[in-house]
């Protein structure tokens, strides 16, 4: 592909490849230290001597691409402060860490809960010495006290707490997500056990976020509704822990979701509006520079006044290259900005690159430049707004192919009708933010008439009422889709191979078009020969007991949870949709189940079973039942000890203890999750 050409985007892929092995073994720092070093020793000789040679040599772009992939593990490990001394978890033993006289710094603010109030928090002191590193704080709602803001310094004694596991298959991995964002413990505790200490220091984040408070008060004072203001607070500030569930749930379904998430889009249109805003000073002496150096100081306030997220941040540094390519009139490529963007903001922010919004942003700009083009191709309307609309739809259509692959592996949802709310909105989003920067600036300045705050809270109402229209239409929305990653690499190689066609359509890209095509029929075969194994599952659910017994295609659910829920749970829907599930039946708990040649006996409440009917491989205690476990152990000889989320952890706690004196493995799935049998 010539896109290969560019050194830059090789240079890319080779950082990116670097920073997926560090994320998959564990490196020694001092090791890939070492190897960096002489690595960059070897590429500075092999330049020095590709300089002095006429006929050119593989050898310096091999040093340069092994350089930069080892570049790529060595900075996600210098971004671990694990790997350091003043680290928390290296200052004291698992047995000490267990809790501790802990001051720490408000970091970020994070969306709340039912019950609780979320934050991370910069630890600043253990235990009297001074440490490092990153926790989250989960704070019970109180309603008579002030939330906790950036910037404040807290103290409190508390345990650590890890962060659990999925206990189920196919859920969603908390644990994972924040170990990218080098988060290992969290703190759970009341409002009323943290004391604040008085501090004068203050960050770059706090001062953001008090301009972000201070704005969303002077918004408050003109009576936006809750849902106005939110949106509000997203489209122009970058915040959108504010917004309810059912508006959330409303855009995402509607296809519009990407709306409510400063990205290139938003950024782009402020670009613009910057740009003609600063028209004049190109007028000065030196003022193309020092337009420049306005516009790149307005867009990163911008990005951390919106708080640095990886959209932002990854839509600011590549406007950043082109405010700049643009007012110095020189052409710049797209694929060269996007990696440049990238390389630049992967350097700084490596595990960026497992952000979900950072990818699908990525892929959605890539999909646009590269599939766009050939879509408005198909026709050319000679009407200017019959065009208009026709560039927004192929814009539409050419990102929604970008992202329809990893949407559907992390959503398993496709909105059929993404391209009516696209349609309607895009048109009007530059109206939208011009309008709403203007609202911000007279609300800060407490110079906005309410007429004109009154209409652009009812364009935001409108707003908000055509997506939850375009959402309520359910026969569109394609919900729990099984999509694995094979699926995604190979959809992805189909969407290259159809591309690679309809540009140049010659024998070598059919070829390529027609192996993608095996490789899609192979991965169907593939996933379909592994949704035909069968096997039984002791779910984890708080309070309840939940069993699934998988046969081929189709599941039969026993549970305690009442008939009407049973089928709908959380817990039962992702497992279907990982395992392509199509039909599901409801059942009654049983005494004994039978499977693949093993038998496994539940022992509800009565806590009565019969010693003489048969010996079981595995034992199911569930709804605490009173048995003496030694007993029953002695009687039974099982294998294995299950016990639910149905039992009192006081009860677990004991069987455990006979467990490990009887010398028989124990599985409670609070703590080791769903028991599998396959």
């Known amino acids: 592909m010539k896109l ?19 994320s998959a073994f564990t490196v020694s720092l001092i090791f890939i230290f070492a190897l960096t070093l002489g690595l960059l020793t070897l590429l500075g000789l092999t330049l020095l001597i590709a300089k002095k040679q006429i006929d050119k040599t593989v050898w310096f772009g091999c040093s340069a691409f092994l350089t930069t992939i080892c570049i790529g593990v060595l900075i996600v490990q210098l971004h671990d402060q694990q790997q350091f001394k003043a680290h928390y978890t290296q200052q004291f033993s698992k047995e000490t860490i267990s809790e501790g006289q802990i001051i720490f710094r408000i970091r970020e603010i994070l969306k709340p809960t039912a019950y609780h109030d979320k934050y991370v928090v910069s630890l600043l002191k253990f235990n009297g010495q001074t440490v490092t590193g990153k926790l989250l704080l989960n704070v019970s709602k109180d309603s008579t006290k002030n939330k906790f803001e950036v910037d404040d310094v807290l103290y409190i004694s508390s345990p650590l707490e890890t962060i659990s ?3 189920n298959p196919y859920q969603f991995n908390y644990r994972r997500y924040l170990e990218k964002q080098y988060i290992h413990h969290q703190i759970t505790t009341k409002r009323s056990s943290i004391f604040k200490i008085q501090s004068e220091t203050q960050t770059l984040f706090g001062y953001a976020d008090r301009i972000r408070t201070s704005i969303d008060k002077r ?9 106005e203001l939110a949106i509000i607070n997203a489209l122009l500030l970058g915040q959108r822990k504010d917004i309810s569930k059912e508006i959330f749930d409303n855009y995402s379904h509607a296809g519009a979701i990407h709306i409510l998430a400063v990205s290139g889009l938003h950024v782009g249109i402020i670009l613009l509006i910057l740009n003609m805003a600063f028209k004049p000073i190109e007028r000065l002496k030196h003022g193309r520079y020092i337009k420049i ?21 990854r839509a600011v540094a590549m406007f950043t290259v082109v405010a700049i390519g643009m007012n110095l009139k020189r052409p710049t490529n797209i694929f060269n900005t996007l990696a440049i963007s990238m390389f630049i903001l992967l350097l700084f922010k490596p595990m960026f690159l497992f952000d979900v919004g ?13 599939i766009q083009p050939l879509f408005k191709k198909l026709w050319t309307p000679k009407h200017k707004t019959i065009n208009y609309f026709w560039e927004i739809f192929t814009v539409t259509i050419a990102a929604q192919i970008g992202v329809l692959p990893i949407s559907l592996y992390y959503f398993h949802q496709f909105p059929g009708l993404f391209f009516i709310s696209n349609l309607v909105i895009i048109p009007f989003l530059g109206f939208i933010l011009g309008v709403g920067i203007i609202v911000i600036l007279l609300a800060v300045l407490n110079i906005l008439p309410q007429f004109i705050a009154d209409i652009y809270g009812g364009i935001i109402s409108s707003m908000n009422h055509f ?5 309520q239409q359910e026969s569109f929305l394609f919900k729990n889709i099984s999509f ?9 190689v189909l969407v290259i191979a159809l591309f690679t066609y309809f540009k140049k359509p010659k024998h070598l890209q059919l070829a390529f078009v027609l192996i993608a095509i095996l490789c899609v029929q192979a991965a169907l075969m593939i996933d379909k020969r592994q949704s035909q194994s069968d096997e039984i599952v002791v779910f984890h659910k708080t309070k309840h007991s939940l ?5 081929n295609e189709s599941l039969t659910v026993a549970s305690s949870i009442d008939s009407i829920d049973k089928l709908n749970n959380t817990i039962i829907k992702n497992y279907m949709v990982g395992q392509s599930i199509d039909k599901i039946n409801a059942a009654e708990l049983r005494s004994v189940y039978s499977f693949a040649n093993k038998k496994m006996l539940v022992i509800d409440s009565l806590g009565i079973y019969n010693v003489k009917s048969f010996l079981p491989d595995y034992v199911l205690l569930r709804n605490s039942p009173k048995i003496n476990l030694k007993r029953l152990i002695d009687s039974l000889h099982p294998k294995l000890i299950i016990a639910d989320g149905s039992n009192y952890r006081s009860y677990a706690k004991r069987w455990e203890t006979t467990c490990r004196q009887q010398k028989i493995p124990f599985h409670l799935t609070s703590e080791k999750g769903a028991f599998i049998l396959k």
């Open 4 to 22: 290969l050409n560019f050194t830059i985007i090789k240079l890319t892929l080779c950082l990116i490849i670097g920073i997926i092995l560090a």
């Open 165 to 167: 596991s999925p206990q």
């Open 219 to 227: 918004l408050k004072a003109y009576h936006f509704r809750p849902d």
């Open 293 to 313: 150096a306005m516009l790149l100081m307005c867009l990163w306030s911008f990005a951390i006044i919106a708080g640095m997220s990886a959209s932002v941040t």
């Open 358 to 370: 950072f990818q699908m942003s990525y892929l959605a700009v890539i999909a646009i430049v590269s």
């Open 467 to 471: 997506i939850g229209w375009i959402s």
């Open 484 to 492: 694995g990653i094979t699926f995604v690499i190979v959809s992805y």
């Open 547 to 551: 069993i699934g017994i998988k046969q």
